[in-house]
């Protein structure tokens, strides 16, 4: 079956109709995904295989973490941002050459700005750097194109809160390339550091988890989404990036406090959405990939809650502290929302019949409780680790914990359709995803 517009590729003369026919799949949004994430994957595989280096290679934590944020995660989240507005707008698909250069300019500007930073190389940074933002901005043309082409706006607030991550992502990406080339020395470098860090952490990724997760979880837990306008939630969001970053930048404490309480009233609203989702009721269990959500959500809580404490001891304290902030909301909140968001949208944009994917998810629910307390409480000793300083072992014990839960998960994302051949592996979790299997009691409602 052809694409919408793709009608005269079989028309077309020969030596133009393969160029046009590659056009057309690539205008195909689930094509598109699967690219995405299949390069958000190697970049989170490449951050995993980083810590093998030595700590001098990697730069302690900065080579790895780059690679999942400015990798794994803004690669992840420009193929799921396109394809979620264009089902929330109804605009139709991304016109194929802005979409190859979005992902062309996003993956080189990623590799050439760690490259560079990694060698000490001031200008691979500012180039890797400019071309990073210029993938950014286009990513944030094709939302507004969506935007302007959008048959409903229905879903205003996921397309608000991705135009303001996308914002949010300029300037920190932007203050990011000032610090790699050294043109903020001094004490502007440590305020600037923890601006670049609540911009991209805060603003780029949650504001982006929190917009689509609005509309995912419940798709995830196959209940109707909830009733709920959410403007309050998007202004305190938006709000707190912005005070918070602002207040970090000038070195001014209150005006820090002041945003991150704000923050902290959107995870509020947020929260209260989510309760709504999780209570409708249900007549199956919660899958693997919800339960990651959830608990993403619940390092989210308390991470804005350790946010307010931390700033209102001052910024020199929180700039002492960004290990504990990096691991709190970079491992426990946004590695685990990839993680679970994968486990769900990998094998359901696969092509292919119902009950394949149904053997697929129902693979991924094996080892799913360990997968969830290795990862969770590695996290957590990692956290306490750096809170405390100097607890050596409890930390490897956490790193090995958590890259042990988090390497399950992964492994999973990689070799789903491998795994949903297994009858072994997928008898336990079919129950979760196939009506047919689930047990009837005397008391089970019909088609439950």
Known sequence: MLVAGCEGVVKSPRRVRRRRWLDCRLMRGRDAMRVYQAAARVWLTAAALSLLLPRSVRMQWWVPLHLFLVGGVSVAISGAMQTFVAALTAAGPTPPVLLWGQ????????????????????????????????????????VLRARRRALHLRHRLPVGMYEAAILCVLAGAGIGIALGTGAAPGRSYVDLRSAHLVLNVLGWVSLTIAGTLITL?????????????????????VAGVAATAAGLAIGWSPLAVAGALAFAGGVAGLLAMVGRAAATPRNWPVPLSARHLLLALAWFTAGSLWLVVALARGVDWFAGAVDV??????????????????????????????????????????????ELVSLNLGVAMLAVAAGIGGASALAAVGAALALAGAGMALAKAWTFPLLGRSDALTRRGRPVWDPAARPRGPGTPSGS
């Open 217 to 237: 979880l419940p798709t995830v837990l196959r209940v109707r989404m909830p009733v709920w306008s959410g403007r309050a939630t998007r202004v305190l969001f």
């Open 325 to 370: 902030f990096v691991l709190i909301f970079g491992g426990g909140w946004i590695l685990q929302t990839l993680l679970g968001a994968w486990l769900y949208l990998l094998p359901m944009n696969r092509p292919g019949h119902p009950d394949r994917r149904r053997a697929e998810l129902a693979a991924i629910e094996w080892g799913g409780t360990v």
């Open 103 to 142: 992902f062309g300019l996003t993956n080189l500007g990623a590799a050439l700005l760690i490259a560079g930073r990694a060698s000490t190389t001031d200008s691979l940074v500012a180039v890797g750097g400019s071309a990073f933002l210029l993938g950014i901005a286009l990513l944030g043309l094709i």
